[in-house]
């Protein structure tokens, strides 16, 4: 990674066979900076415990995990001034040709690095980078607890939500946290590989839908569905998704779950953002299912008539697709409900306030 030469970043050190310098060194230029009243370089050298010693005398050891390297936050200028005065110190050079050039480590990335260091430090796990298949596991991150906010990719075995969460400094190594209940990940963005953000999507979009038209019909949502609500939200309310498809379904589904569970104000913001994505759609076939579980969500005349003028071009194929078949069959259900509150003004109460009905109309 290029950077200017005086914006400060983590860099990778290496000091061959000279750990214990290296940290006394750098404990005594912060000591100075300190005096000085300067900030100086912050550093960082994950340590762990290991058993050394000859066999039968073995003991526990706290050591460096990555002997030879340090962690350094500093900029470029100041680091080539240190190590002038330090010679033995010198950037990392990685010799893999994606991680060409010193090894700059964003500063949330380094966060998450070592606060699970840190957590571990009694047990830790670590990998090579070439030990851990990037493509296979999810982004996430961590809400609540001491690891809360700290973000990574999910190691999980096949079927299960939860597992560790691995954080890499590339080139270089990668750390684990221990098992992390699903209940305390967020979902980031979906593996490149498969087809799980799809069927997260498919689940949480057919039980929001389910719970908003038991609600309308007067129903009740019981409190396993409600709580299945919940947790969907939590963890994919900011998923990153890459198609606008997708981000209309990630959409549609947050505003029927918001909308079921009483949480007006962000389902409100929820309206704004799925019918910004709907103005942007180009396919008018592609506009009507948000169309009609917006109109669902907040009983807006405005979305019905623009799903109904719209519907009207629907070809007759299209008619016979079970996914059209359930909106269609949705949409009057719908109109049904809203009919005696919807008057011909236009007026209609969303989310329980008739003010908020022209947001986001189109």
């Known amino acids: 990674m290029q950077r200017e030469k005086t914006s400060k970043c983590w860099y990778v050190l290496t000091a061959y066979r000279k750990d214990n310098l290296a940290l006394a060194d750098l404990e005594k230029e912060a000591d100075r900076c300190r005096q000085e009243g300067n900030e100086g370089l912050a550093y960082f050298m994950p340590m762990c415990y290991r058993m050394v010693g000859p066999e039968g005398k073995k003991v526990r050891k706290k050591l460096p995990l990555l002997p030879g390297y340090v962690f350094v936050h500093g900029s470029i200028k100041e680091l080539e001034a240190y190590m002038r005065v330090h010679p033995y110190l010198a950037f990392y050079h990685p010799v893999i040709k994606e991680y060409g050039g010193v090894i700059a480590v964003p500063d949330g990335q380094m966060e998450s690095f070592m606060r699970v260091a840190k957590e571990y430090e009694e047990d830790i796990r670590y990998f090579r980078p070439d030990e851990i298949d990037w493509e296979a596991g999810?982004?996430?991150?961590?809400?609540?607890?001491?690891?809360?906010?700290?973000?990574?990719?999910?190691?999980?075995?096949?079927?299960?939500?939860?597992?560790?969460?691995v954080v890499s400094i590339p080139g270089l190594v990668a750390v684990s946290t221990w098992e992390i209940s699903p209940d305390y990940l967020e979902i980031l963005s979906f593996a490149p590989v498969g087809r799980r953000l799809y069927h997260n999507l498919d689940v949480f979009f057919s039980n929001a839908r389910t719970a908003l038209c038991e609600m309308l019909r007067g129903g009740v949502v019981g409190e396993k569905e409600r709580a299945g609500l919940s947790a969907s939200v939590r963890r994919l309310q900011h998923l990153s998704t890459g198609t606008a498809g997708t981000a209309c379904m990630l959409s549609m589904s947050l505003l029927m779950a918001r909308t079921v569970l009483g949480n007006g104000v962000a389902a409100r913001q929820d309206e704004e953002v799925l019918a910004e994505l709907v103005r942007g759609l180009r396919n008018d076939c592609q506009?009507?299912?948000?169309?009609?579980?917006?109109?669902?969500?907040?009983?807006?005349?405005?979305?019905?008539?623009?799903?109904?003028?719209?519907?009207?071009?629907?070809?007759?194929?299209?008619?016979?697709?079970?996914?059209?078949?359930?909106?269609?069959?949705?949409?009057?259900?719908?109109?049904?409900?809203?009919?005696?509150?919807?008057?011909?003004?236009?007026?209609?109460?969303?989310?329980?306030?008739?003010?908020?009905?022209?947001?986001?109309?189109?």
């Open 138 to 165: 999810d982004s996430v991150r961590i809400v609540g607890g001491k690891l809360d906010g700290v973000e990574g990719m999910l190691q999980c075995v096949k079927g299960k939500s939860g597992g560790r969460v």
């Open 287 to 362: 506009k009507v299912q948000p169309l009609v579980y917006l109109y669902g969500c907040t009983g807006n005349p405005a979305y019905r008539a623009e799903a109904r003028r719209l519907m009207a071009g629907l070809d007759e194929k299209a008619m016979h697709d079970r996914k059209w078949r359930d909106t269609f069959a949705d949409f009057q259900i719908f109109e049904k409900i809203y009919g005696e509150v919807t008057n011909v003004d236009g007026n209609a109460c969303g989310h329980g306030d008739t003010a908020a009905c022209g947001v986001g109309v189109l």
